[in-house]
């Protein structure tokens, strides 16, 4: 009930900052939005001042049941290039594409990749009446990224052609580091002594242990709007770190870390953060801290998590 209404308060405070005034932009140059952290990180790292770039999820807020205000949806159907998740959590993106659809350029990062379900983890608590949902956090996988980069990368130079040269130059740096970053967690994971990792939380991880072979056990599914967590699976979750004697259980950005505690209190084992990169708080962005960064950070607390 809480959190509900900080939520509902979080939204109103976040339509009322656009709603004050449109962001400054640069109208010699093409205005491109983003809906959330990753893609506006990518975006970014690509065009650099060349593009003037907006992101509509506030820093530090929830970015599930968010929903454009008006003045947002204008400035989207102003903009040059629009890019969204095009999962369940941005339907609202979907039904404004099927609106104005013609006018619009923009780009769905799922549309960029290999997708696959949410999926029903042995213990996780799920909504059963609902129909398996694309599982959208695409960008958890450095190497997803990499496509997804390419993709953007793409858009940008058809938006900016005199610019294409410099932007492929900027796209190879950030592909690079991003295959570095691969092959680090691969080889984090193939020394480690475990290939087993427990959330106390949703899951928005399953493309990075898809790809790096981890079995994975958590207590609700990717962007469940849940917020109740029963006993049963919480116990579930203790007698998975019991058996496979897991140093540590992960939260992520942003819980109040309640459960994570509670498995903590119960094992003995240590409690980590896995970022998600949904959204970064506003320190985080004031300080410019990348997709790429926080990857480096949870490829430190991921090596902890396998030996
Ligand atoms: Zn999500």
Redesign the pocket.
């Known amino acids: 009930m809480k959190r509900t209404l900080a939520l509902t308060l979080c939204v109103l405070l976040a339509c009322s900052t656009l709603a004050c005034g449109a962001p400054k932009t640069d109208a010699s140059k093409p205005t491109v939005v983003a809906t959330i952290f990753p893609q506006y990180d990518f975006i970014r790292a690509i065009a650099g001042d060349r593009v003037n770039l907006i992101m509509l999820a506030k820093p530090g807020g929830e970015?599930?049941g968010y929903d454009p205000s008006l003045s947002e949806m204008n400035l989207i159907l102003a903009s040059d290039l629009f890019v969204y998740v095009g999962?369940e959590?941005d339907r609202w993106a979907k039904d404004l594409l099927e609106k104005n659809g013609k006018d619009l350029n923009a780009i769905a990062l799922v549309d960029l990749v290999d997708t696959v379900d949410e999926e029903l983890a042995p213990g996780m608590q799920g909504e059963a009446e609902e129909a398996p949902e694309t599982d959208?956090?695409v960008w958890t996988s450095p190497r997803n990224c990499i496509r997804i980069v390419e993709g953007l990368c793409d858009a940008l130079c058809a938006l900016l052609p005199e610019e294409a040269d410099a932007m492929k130059t900027n796209t190879a740096a950030y592909i690079s580091e991003l295959t570095e970053l691969d092959g680090a967690f691969h080889d984090a994971v193939n020394n480690g002594k475990r290939k087993t990792v427990v959330f106390a939380e949703?899951f928005?991880f399953r493309y990075l242990c898809d790809e790096l072979g981890l079995r994975y056990y958590a207590a609700l599914p990717?962007?469940s709007s849940n917020e109740e967590v029963s006993l049963s699976t919480v116990s579930f979750l203790i007698d998975r770190v019991k058996a496979e004697n897991l140093p540590c259980v992960f939260t992520i950005e942003f819980s109040d870390g309640r459960i994570a505690k509670t498995i903590a209190d119960a094992t003995g084992c240590e409690i980590l953060e896995l970022h998600?990169c949904?959204n970064v708080s506003k320190a985080d962005l004031d300080a410019g801290v990348t997709v790429l960064d926080l990857m480096r950070r949870n490829l430190q607390s991921l090596k902890k998590a396998v030996n």
Do not use: Q
Request: charged share 15%.
């Open positions: 970015v599930h999962g959590t959208e956090h949703r928005p990717g962007c998600s949904h």
